[in-house]
Each structure stands twice: as C-alpha cells, then as structure tokens.
C-alpha cells in the first residue's frame, strides 16, 4: 500500500507515487522526455538547415503566405517547445503545445505518404513507419510530460 497524502493532517486523500516521494522522475518519463526534447530541438534546426527540403514537403493549399514562411515558424515553435521541456514549471505547457504542433504538421507528413514520387531518395515503407512513429511520438509527449494530469511534471 502506498502511503498517502493528508490535507491539514486530517484524512488520507490520494495516494503519493515514488516519483512525487523523491521528487525525481521515473526513468522511463525522463527518457520519454530526452526523446521529445532530441525531436523537435534536432528537428526544428533542421528547418533552418534543410529548408528546402522542409519546404518541399508543405502541402500546396497549406503554403499561405510563402511555404518558407511556414517551415521557418514551424520550425522556432519546435526549438522553442524543446526548450521549455527542460522545466518543470513549463513542461506540461511545452508538452501541450507540442502535441498540436505535431497534429499540425501531421499534413506535412500525409503530403509525403500521398507523393511519394516527389521523394524518390525516401522509400515508401519508410513515409508509412514515419505516419506511425509520428503517432507513437504523440503518446510520448502525453506520457511523458504528464499532459490531461493535475499533477505538475516531475524532473
């Protein structure tokens, strides 16, 4: 049984978890952090180094105003996003923003799936894994910064 948590020392109201006991993160939630902060810190500099790839993978009726205006936001709001992870106090928010950033760009990645003719150096089995690794990317930012919780994010 775990022990629990008292309001003014009166009666038991929810129990305390190990990681909220030391005040350190279980080890899967701080690599499922690392995992998300490396995508979008590594990804959103590729915005800025790869921007013609980037742009090349904006949907047609998506490229309002310019489609390197597209990548180029996109692309702070990743590294911006990362950034805050490293915070508890900004992690549940990072964590939420990224979550619909990444639906957002989600088009991005069906564009792909859809032509893959346009990307002849990118095997297709490779832009299907990419739809549900994008998928798995989602519950890894909802697992790991503790998103839809009460609770604040731990270490």
Not at 23 to 42: D, E, T
Request: hydrophobic fraction near 50%.
């Amino acid at each position: 049984m775990l022990p629990t948590r008292h309001d003014n020392d009166t009666k038991p109201t929810q129990p305390v978890l190990p990681a909220e006991r030391t005040g350190r993160a279980v080890p899967w939630r701080r690599l499922g952090v690392s995992i998300v902060f490396g995508w979008f810190f590594f990804g959103g500099l590729g915005h800025f180094l790869a921007t013609d790839f980037f742009v090349s993978i904006v949907p047609p009726w998506l490229s309002w105003p310019r489609a390197v205006v597209v990548v180029y936001v996109s692309g702070v709001l990743e590294i911006a996003g990362a950034l805050l992870l490293l915070s508890r106090r900004t992690r549940k928010m990072a964590g939420l923003g990224l979550f619909f950033l990444t639906l957002a760009v989600t088009p991005a990645n069906v564009e792909m799936w859809l032509h893959p003719q346009r990307f002849p150096d990118i095997s297709p089995s490779f832009l299907t894994a990419r739809l549900f690794l994008q998928a798995a990317l989602l519950v890894c930012i909802v697992l790991s910064t503790q998103m839809g919780t009460g609770k604040r994010a731990v270490r």
